[in-house]
């Protein structure tokens, strides 16, 4: 026999079998939705037990702390769990990256379940520790202008989440060890800034659950619907960017940059 048709046999050998495949691909699968679930049950757990504690304790986290708190936790999840699962964390950040082909559709109602189920859980532990505190942390809209700006107000804050996390996410030019610090900055300074009118969301499952669990309803098409709304357009406004910023310049102009 010959080396030729013994090295063929011996990759054929070691060469997987489709049901070891599937078998390594569904385990692939629920680390990722274990992680989705762990990161968004850290993100309400710690975001939503800050804004209901500092009430218990009279403001000593304060709104800034509560804000920090927000950032904090989300830069700590994504070093915990982006190499895994890719640190969503947000339903409509998924819909985003599906939307710009950075994320299989077939995946994306396993991640919105996941985020749901974490978010509600966390949510029931907080009632459990703390009890129904100012409604278990659930968003409300608080400004003059109602419901409607605060519609406004979280599509264009889950807008900018959405390019910066693009950004560092997709775009090889941006990607690198400072992601996380980089997006939970964005969280937390736009938690400080427009916190106090729309709650800040930015995420149907950080809104959906506490309002689910403290029988909150008032409003809720807000952050149902507006930070999906934000999110699409971020990602597809950046995939635009990046694909407009890495086209060839024409020949002339290449010849005007030399000059």
């Not at 209901?52 to 804000?67: F, P």
């Not at 998924?94 to 939307?99: A, E, N, Y």
């Not at 390019?163 to 560092?168: G, K, L, P, Y």
């Not at 709304?229 to 890495?246: D, F, H, I, Q």
Request: include cysteine; glycine fraction near 10%.
């Amino acid at each position: 026999m010959s080396h030729s048709t013994l090295v063929e046999q011996s990759n054929i050998q070691e060469r997987p079998t489709t049901q070891e495949v599937k078998r390594s691909d569904e385990a692939s699968l629920w680390a990722c939705v274990l992680a989705e679930g762990l990161g968004t049950f850290g993100l309400v757990f710690a975001g939503c037990g800050a804004i209901m504690i500092d009430a218990i304790s009279h403001g000593q986290i304060t709104h800034v702390g509560v804000g920090l708190v927000f950032g904090l936790i989300i830069t700590v999840m994504i070093y915990a769990f982006g190499h895994i699962s890719g640190a969503h964390f947000n339903p409509a950040v998924t819909l985003g990256f599906v939307l710009t082909s950075h994320f299989p559709v077939r995946r994306l109602w396993v991640y919105w379940g996941a985020q749901l189920i974490g978010a509600t859980l966390a949510s029931l532990c907080l009632r459990w520790l703390l009890g129904d505190v100012v409604h278990l942390g659930a968003t409300l809209p608080s400004g003059s202008g109602g419901a409607w700006q605060s519609f406004v107000l979280e599509v264009l804050l889950t807008f900018f989440l959405m390019v910066v996390i693009m950004a560092m996410s997709t775009d090889t030019r941006a990607v690198g060890q400072a992601a996380a610090l980089a997006i939970g900055a964005t969280v937390a300074l736009e938690a400080l800034f427009a916190g106090p009118i729309s709650g800040a969301s930015m995420n149907p499952a950080r809104s959906l659950a506490p309002a689910l669990v403290s029988f909150t309803w008032t409003a809720q098409w807000v952050y149902l619907s507006a930070p999906f709304l934000g999110a699409s357009a971020g990602a597809l406004v950046y995939r635009w960017m990046r694909e407009a910023g890495t086209l060839p310049l024409p020949a002339s102009a290449q010849e005007e940059h030399h000059d």
